[in-house]
């Protein structure tokens, strides 16, 4: 279940350039418990909503990159030094250093379409040692780090004329409810949708000029 947004955690996100990409942060377990400390994780689903996984124990803040072929997440309840990229789509993670210190990551961002490699990441570093002008004890210190992928050594994706082939880097996708009302077709919303996407297990990055084809 979603988890409401007055405690501070990432809302339920996805992009029209990531085909069927949606990440959230919320409960798991038995039962629901909204009481402080109880169970939340972050979840990622690949077909619209309809499963998801757990990608995460803790609330994640989280962005995407590449046409949602790359993901940038973090803690954004505590401190940390870290934050984490995947280019499978949260099948496995790799943990990246960006500050000496644990910093409060307020958010992740990137350019409208979510079509670069580029990321901008900004929080605060408290410093309770630190006196202020004012003798205070507390001051922040304001960050804003750029993180750019594009120099890692994933290839070009490959074969998009060709999805769903062995040697292609892309799979078709339809949007369906799973047969969860009846109906074994993949119909959704009175119609019939088809896109090109790149495959979960396809570790190359589609580029910025990527297009995805829709047929219907």
């Known amino acids: 279940m979603y988890t409401n947004n007055e405690q501070g955690y990432a809302p339920p996100y996805s992009q029209e350039t990531a085909v069927g990409v949606v990440m959230a942060v919320g409960m798991y377990g038995n039962r629901l418990d909204f009481s402080k400390g109880s169970s939340r994780g972050t979840f990622l689903s690949r077909d619209g909503g309809v499963k998801w996984q757990m990608i995460a124990h803790i609330p994640l803040i989280y962005e995407f990159g590449d046409h949602g072929g790359l993901l940038v997440a973090a803690p954004n309840t505590v401190a940390t030094k870290q934050i984490r990229y995947s280019w499978n789509e949260g099948k496995t993670w790799t943990n990246l250093d960006i500050s000496d210190e644990p910093l409060y990551i307020e958010n992740i961002i990137i350019e409208s379409k979510s079509t670069s ?8 570093i408290s410093n309770n040692d630190e006196e202020g002008d004012d003798g205070s004890k507390t001051k922040d210190k304001n960050r804003m780090i750029t993180l750019d992928f594009s120099g890692l050594h994933e290839p070009k994706c490959k074969g998009v004329d060709t999805p769903g082939t062995e040697n292609s880097d892309f799979e078709l996708w339809s949007p369906h409810d799973d047969g969860r009302h009846g109906s074994s077709d993949k119909c959704f919303l009175g119609q ?9 297990d396809s570790e190359c990055f589609n580029g910025e000029d990527f297009e995805s084809q829709i047929m219907r």
């Open 117 to 124: 490699q580029q990321f901008v990441v900004y929080g605060s």
């Open 192 to 200: 019939q949708v088809t896109y090109v996407r790149r495959k979960q």
